[in-house]
């Protein structure tokens, strides 16, 4: 079936604009997760969804940063004011429940740029 | 503040030579542990886990790990690596009833044919 899918693979924008990222969950995921990943280091936890609820958003690095996830299924990270240091892989990954047996499929991740 | 360390950033082997990778954490109570891969050009995928039991988990494509409690560890290995096992491996664990994954910076393997 189909796997996790987030657009755009790539972004490039200018230090100062507005983006938006989005992700695709396996039809049925109930749970959804951000991470970013920064050159040379692992994943970092941004934010997690237990439906349309934000459960855990202890991750977002400060308040330019914002997810949502209307519908319980698409989510979209947003990203304000943009600086270089928000260059990164932003990764979605979702898991079918919210016990913590579930293991998380993740997605292709979108490469951010800000110049 | 929890953490992960992969000791090693960068593995080059031969083929048939023997893995391991090391993984340490700090966190002092119940903990998930987790090995990723990455292969060239592809996500994330679930190698192996470990939540409770035999600490010696088994995983796909021949790869197991061991949990040392008292060590805080969960090494990564396998005894005869393929040219095919080039990727990037991650060591990741969650904490308690947390569902975050906090995880380490990664191991780059490169296996010659």
């Known amino acids: 079936g189909a796997g996790v899918s987030q657009t755009p693979s790539n972004k490039v924008t200018e230090k100062g604009k507005y983006v938006e990222l989005r992700c695709d969950p396996i039809?049925?995921?109930?749970?959804l997760y951000w991470y970013r990943q920064s050159l040379g280091q692992g994943p970092e936890f941004l934010i997690y969804?237990?439906?349309?609820?934000?459960?855990?958003d202890s991750g977002l690095p400060n308040d330019r940063f914002f997810a949502v996830r209307p519908e319980g299924s698409v989510s979209t990270l947003k990203i304000q004011r943009t600086e270089r240091g928000d260059s990164a892989v932003y990764l979605c990954?979702?898991?079918?429940?919210?016990?913590?047996?579930?293991?998380?499929?993740f997605g292709p991740g979108t490469r951010l740029t800000v110049t | 503040a929890q953490s992960v360390s992969q000791h090693n950033h960068h593995v080059i082997l031969s083929e048939a030579a023997s893995l391991e990778l090391g993984c340490n954490y700090s966190?002092?109570?119940?903990?998930?542990l987790f090995w990723y891969v990455q292969y060239p050009g592809q996500h994330l995928q679930l190698l192996l886990k470990?939540?409770?039991?035999d600490p010696l988990v088994k995983g796909i494509k021949g790869f197991e790990a061991e949990f040392i409690k008292s060590k805080f560890s969960f090494n990564l290995r396998k005894p005869s690596v393929q040219w095919s096992d080039t990727a990037e491996y991650f060591c990741?664990?969650?904490?308690?009833?947390?569902?975050?994954?906090?995880w380490g910076a990664g191991t780059k393997l490169i296996i010659k044919p």
């Open positions: 990741a664990v969650r904490l308690g009833s947390n569902y975050q994954l906090i």
């Open positions: 966190y002092g109570g119940t903990v998930n």
């Open positions: 470990y939540f409770s039991g």
């Open positions: 039809s049925g995921h109930t749970a």
């Open positions: 969804f237990q439906g349309t609820g934000a459960a855990d």
């Open positions: 990954a979702s898991s079918l429940g919210t016990g913590l047996n579930y293991e998380q499929y």
